[in-house]
């Protein structure tokens, strides 16, 4: 038996931690994997929430890192021992979207994590995993292509967060956004995830960053990262009319995951810039925008799920910027947690005290 943090109903504020559940045995295609190291990222807590869908019983956590404990007879890509990054969203490889390029764009295997419960509490009673991982937990099980391998000498706190929060920032600037050296470049909220697309703006080159976050103590941290000024939402206006002589940014980037957030993002662009949604928003909270601006002001709007990223591809190129000095991955873990210290992360976590929490295990 294993420990996992389980949330039973959508709304509990509280996670059971339990310490009797257990995986499901890898079938061929798939591979069990021991954590070492699990993130707590705001995605969790939209899933406790009811922001992001979830099948309750559900093990929470989808960041993470670990070792490959067992493969199954099919399985080619990792072997027992082998150190691996978690891939929450993994790519069939057959489907229209991995046809066509976009495999953080499959929803083949998220589909069936609705109806594939990988764990089991000791009674018996089967429990999903959020997402189709479930990473706040001893061990689990994912398809083959969940696994990402990674150098043995990558941290395993700093594997974590190539699972999820830095792909999703940096490569949001990088990938879809493909912001230009030179260029002139917003990001609407300073969490973990904007200062991953700070540094993912900086590292292709952009001349100007402001991040724009009402809590003006996340301004100096941001600054850490790259960016070159700070403003809360009263200030934007002038710090835009100082910064782009009132024209706008090239790049705007919201990562908060709120319509309102879309529409600071969307005013603090110039006329044929981009805006590029990265937050995770609620179904029932709805962007508006006219549609003489929508034509005339000429900007783009851009999903960025994911960042836009194959891990496979893009995870040892992250990997390789951290070694160059390039991504600051420590920087961003506001502290080093236990598994029984998981309640107080999510609470940590929604007051806005934290960075990124990532959780240590034996």
């Known amino acids: ?51 992001l869908p979830a099948m309750p019983p559900t093990v929470l956590g989808h960041e993470g890192a670990g070792v490959v404990a067992e493969v199954g007879e099919h399985v080619t890509n990792v072997r027992p021992g082998d150190h691996v990054v978690v891939n929450w969203s993994p790519d069939c490889g057959t489907c229209a979207e991995c046809v066509r390029g976009e495999p953080y764009l499959c929803m083949t295997f998220i589909a069936q994590a609705f109806s594939d419960p990988r764990f089991r509490f000791g009674d018996g009673t089967p429990a999903f995993g959020m997402a189709g991982s479930g990473t706040w937990a001893d061990e689990m099980v994912v398809p083959y292509q969940g696994a990402i391998k990674i150098d043995d000498d990558v941290p ?46 900086r590292i292709a080159g952009a001349s100007t960053i402001l991040a724009i976050d009402p809590n003006e103590a996340k301004h100096p941290i941001a600054k850490q990262f790259g960016a070159t000024h700070t403003a809360t939402l009263e200030q934007l206006e002038e710090t835009k009319g100082l910064l782009t002589g009132g024209a706008g940014f090239d790049y705007t980037f919201e990562v908060v995951g ?55 591809r893009d995870v040892p190129r992250f990997v390789d910027l951290w070694r160059a000095g390039r991504l600051d991955i420590d920087g961003l873990i506001s502290r080093r947690i236990r598994f029984e210290e998981l309640n107080d992360a999510v609470r940590a976590l929604r007051d806005g005290d934290v960075i990124r929490q990532v959780v240590l295990f034996d």
């Open 1 to 51: 038996m294993a420990r996992a943090a389980v949330l039973h109903a959508v709304g509990d504020e509280e996670l059971d931690l339990r310490d009797d559940v257990s995986t499901v045995d890898p079938g061929p295609d798939q591979v069990k994997i021991k954590i070492r190291a699990t993130g707590v990222c705001h995605s969790d807590l939209s899933t406790m929430t009811g922001v």
């Open 156 to 201: 395993f706190e700093y594997a974590a967060l190539l699972g999820c929060g830095i792909p999703t920032g940096v490569g949001a600037a990088i990938n879809t956004a493909r912001v230009e050296p030179g260029s002139k470049v917003a990001v609407v909220g300073a969490g973990g995830v904007g200062l991953s697309v700070i540094q993912g703006a």
């Open 258 to 312: 709120k319509a309102a957030a879309i529409t600071t993002a969307w005013n603090a662009t110039r006329r044929g810039g981009d805006v590029i949604v990265v937050g995770a928003g609620a179904a029932d909270d709805t962007f508006e925008m006219n549609a003489f601006a929508l034509l005339f002001d000429g900007k783009n709007i851009k999903a960025s799920l994911y960042g836009g990223c194959d891990l496979a």
